[in-house]
């Protein structure tokens, strides 16, 4: 059984997220995003990737990759990976639009404009994703 997130950006003009199917738990998902995807750059390829069944530690690879043979620690994309199209990029004004969209998500993260991981909570508070991780374990 998949544990679904959202993964998400803040820009200046609203949020940008992506829905993630498996493993969204802090300890995995949190924690990749987290020890990763530190650089707003790296952040952007991953988003711009739309919906993702597999995050992995890196975005793309130079190595043979697909849905059925995936590269070690390298993301697994709908639409790259796989060749749907339906999953893309959410374009929204805010994290609360990107949570009623997905509404599947049990956990949520957002990039904000600090350049900094947050971990947002089912009612629309939150804290910061290295707060959240260092709790959990």
Same mark, same amino acid.
């Given at each position: 059984?998949?544990?679904?997130?959202?993964?998400?950006?803040?820009?200046?003009?609203?949020?940008?997220?992506?829905?993630?199917?498996?493993?969204?738990?802090?300890?995995?998902?949190?924690?990749?995003?987290?020890?990763?995807?530190?650089?707003?750059?790296?952040?952007?390829?991953?988003?711009?990737?739309?919906?993702?069944?597999?995050?992995?530690?890196?975005?793309?690879?130079?190595?043979?990759?697909?849905?059925?043979?995936?590269?070690?620690?390298?993301?697994?994309?709908?639409?790259? /990976?796989?060749? &749907?199209?339906?999953?893309?990029?959410?374009?929204?004004?805010?994290? @609360? =639009? *990107?949570?009623?969209?997905?509404?599947?998500?049990?956990?949520?993260?957002?990039?904000?404009?600090? /350049?900094?991981? &947050?971990?947002?909570?089912?009612?629309?508070?939150?804290?910061?994703? @290295? =707060? *959240?991780?260092?709790?959990?374990?």
């Amino acid at each position: 059984m998949s544990t679904n997130s959202i993964i998400a950006m803040e820009t200046k003009k609203g949020v940008k997220a992506i829905y993630c199917h498996w493993d969204g738990y802090l300890s995995n998902v949190g924690k990749t995003l987290f020890e990763n995807y530190q650089n707003r750059n790296k952040v952007e390829k991953l988003i711009s990737l739309g919906g993702i069944s597999i995050l992995g530690a890196e975005v793309e690879t130079d190595l043979p990759h697909s849905f059925q043979n995936p590269a070690i620690n390298v993301t697994v994309a709908y639409n790259r /990976d796989r060749g &749907e199209d339906d999953m893309p990029t959410l374009e929204c004004s805010d994290i @609360k =639009e *990107a949570m009623d969209y997905y509404r599947s998500a049990e956990y949520i993260y957002l990039f904000n404009l600090n /350049d900094e991981w &947050e971990y947002i909570l089912s009612n629309y508070s939150s804290k910061s994703l @290295k =707060e *959240a991780i260092t709790c959990e374990n």
